[in-house]
């Protein structure tokens, strides 16, 4: 049986249209679900909307629409941006939906037949941009730093989850291993939370209207943390159908960014544990992006819309920056002014470059028929695979990145050496060797490329007459001399036209 994947990105918050920060944990995330499928594993491969809560209703009063309208009309740009980027997600969970309802009414009745819920008063500070509790220490002049507001008092009776009784039980998972927090800098960060100490939390609100509403007390809705978190549960089916959430669950990655790394780290491991039911493989917070140094605000003016790059650079180029601006897991800068420059060095001048030229080769001087077989890279391949294989285990995608730029220097480099053109005028043997090692060569780069960029791999298979590359998988595809004597490869329009800046 197929090993199996499942990997997801947290569900965004439908108060706002995505931004490129969405759009990077998701491109990201696609890169680890097309790797699998391609490895021949079971992939699964979940993203969403976030539609309830306080934040959520706010937003849609201010815009004068009711909150599903509101939440319909936001959650379709997600779902649209998706679209454009290629993003191969095999489900879109929607937290209003029917069936993440039932489902968190069945987790919840779980966790108070477990003893794991109990009712009590609560009072404290409510900041709606976090949809959480803050305290007194962490106001600036006594706002939320993180949304410029001052907080709301609130006091209710709400029902409560006991943290604390499985606080104990996490850091065993996490000191043992298996509730891996990468990369280790943030394991480090959730130990220091856990060392602070915890407080239970509660699970509930009274003053808010749009939510679940609890199944055991229905004048008072689930807090929207609490039923987000289930996401990851309710859209494998849980507590209806048992089939899919059987095959896929435990996630064997969590993706997101560093700012909610405490309510997957520990909120819901805890009520996993309290539900009986197995915790994630892998909790995985990349950083933060900040545009021009600063960080990415709507009163800043510097959001950067993933639609305005798609319609600039196109969806392929915009994958590869984003994913190619830093070390995946680091905070970093993006300058807006670089993509372009970037784009042109690495897409076209080397990618794009490199598979136009070493087509024009193979129909200029042998009519665009594959040569006889020669193994004069078989090694060398065998080892970057071997590296690129690692970066992705390691979810390392800037790594695998740069293990396939590495690639694409040594064929241009190995062009230089043998110049086929002069080949062509004294040895057409060696021209012949070179010219099948280079197109091998790019049938390599294109399959270590599809993760990143789907459209221009599969475009760059076409071109060396692979048209049913998917039917196998890479333990086959990436053995050397899969392209065969006598196929006939054609040269393709450009991949990445110069763009002039
Ligand atoms: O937190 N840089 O939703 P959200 C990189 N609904 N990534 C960024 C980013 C940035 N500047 N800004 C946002 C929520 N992200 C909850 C999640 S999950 C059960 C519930 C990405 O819309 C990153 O993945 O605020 C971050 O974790 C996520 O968007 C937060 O999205």
């Not at 992939?43 to 909307?49: D, E, R, Y």
């Amino acid at each position: 049986m197929a090993k199996k994947f499942y990997v997801t990105t947290p569900i965004y918050y439908v108060n706002d249209k995505p931004h490129i920060g969405h759009a990077y944990t998701t491109i990201a995330a696609d890169v680890l679900a097309r790797y699998h499928r391609l490895a021949g594993e079971e992939v699964f491969f979940l993203t969403g909307t976030d539609e309830h809560g306080a934040k959520v209703a706010e937003s849609a009063e201010a815009a004068n629409k009711t909150p599903q309208e509101f939440c319909d009309e936001n959650s379709a740009k997600f779902q649209m941006l998706w679209d454009r980027l290629d993003i191969s997600n095999d489900a879109f969970i929607r937290t209003t939906s029917s069936y993440h309802q039932q489902g968190v009414a069945a987790f919840l009745n779980r966790l108070k037949e477990a003893g794991a819920i109990y009712e009590g008063e609560y009072q404290g500070l409510y900041c709606t941009g976090c949809e959480n509790f803050i305290t007194e220490k962490e106001l600036v002049d006594g706002k939320c730093p993180n949304h410029d507001k001052a907080p709301q008092v609130i006091k209710e009776k709400n029902y409560f989850f006991k943290l604390k009784d499985y606080l104990p039980k996490v850091k065993e998972l996490l000191d043992s291993g298996e509730l891996k927090i990468l990369p280790t800098s943030r394991h480090q960060e959730v130990l220091g939370l856990l060392r602070q100490g915890l407080d239970d939390f509660s699970i509930s609100r009274q003053s808010v209207k749009w939510g679940i509403g609890l199944p055991f007390d229905n004048r008072q809705v689930t807090y929207v943390w609490v039923e987000a978190l289930q996401n990851y549960i309710t859209a494998l089916g849980y507590g209806q159908i048992d089939e899919k959430f059987a095959k896929f669950w435990p996630a064997d990655i969590h993706l997101m960014a560093k700012d909610i790394i405490k309510f997957h780290a520990i909120f819901w491991p805890a009520m996993l544990l309290a539900a009986g039911l197995e915790v994630p493989k892998v909790i995985f917070a990349h950083g933060f992006f900040t545009v021009d140094g600063q960080k990415m605000s709507k009163s800043l003016g510097n959001v950067i819309d993933p639609d305005a790059l798609i319609d600039e650079l196109g969806a392929e180029a915009v994958r590869y920056l984003l994913l190619s601006q830093f070390p995946f897991g680091a905070d970093g800068d993006v300058k807006a002014s670089n993509f372009v420059i970037q784009y042109n060095s690495d897409l076209a001048n080397g990618v794009g470059n490199l598979v136009s030229r070493v087509l024009a080769m193979a129909d200029k001087f042998l009519a665009g028929k594959t040569p006889d077989q020669d193994k004069e890279f078989a090694d060398e391949m065998a080892g970057i695979w071997r590296q690129y294989r690692e970066a992705m285990a390691a979810f390392q995608i800037d790594k695998a990145v740069e293990v396939i730029k590495k690639w694409q220097i040594f064929c241009d480099g190995y062009i230089e050496r043998h110049k086929p053109w002069a080949l062509a005028q004294t040895n057409n043997n060696q021209l012949a060797k070179v010219i099948y090692n280079l197109l091998e060569a790019l049938r390599h780069l294109a399959l270590m490329l599809y993760p990143i960029m789907p459209i221009t791999a599969d475009k760059i298979l076409i071109s060396l007459g692979q048209t049913d590359w998917q039917a196998s998988s890479l333990p086959d595809l990436s053995r050397w001399g899969g392209l065969k004597a006598g196929t006939k490869v054609v040269k393709g329009e450009a991949l990445f036209p110069r763009l002039e800046k």
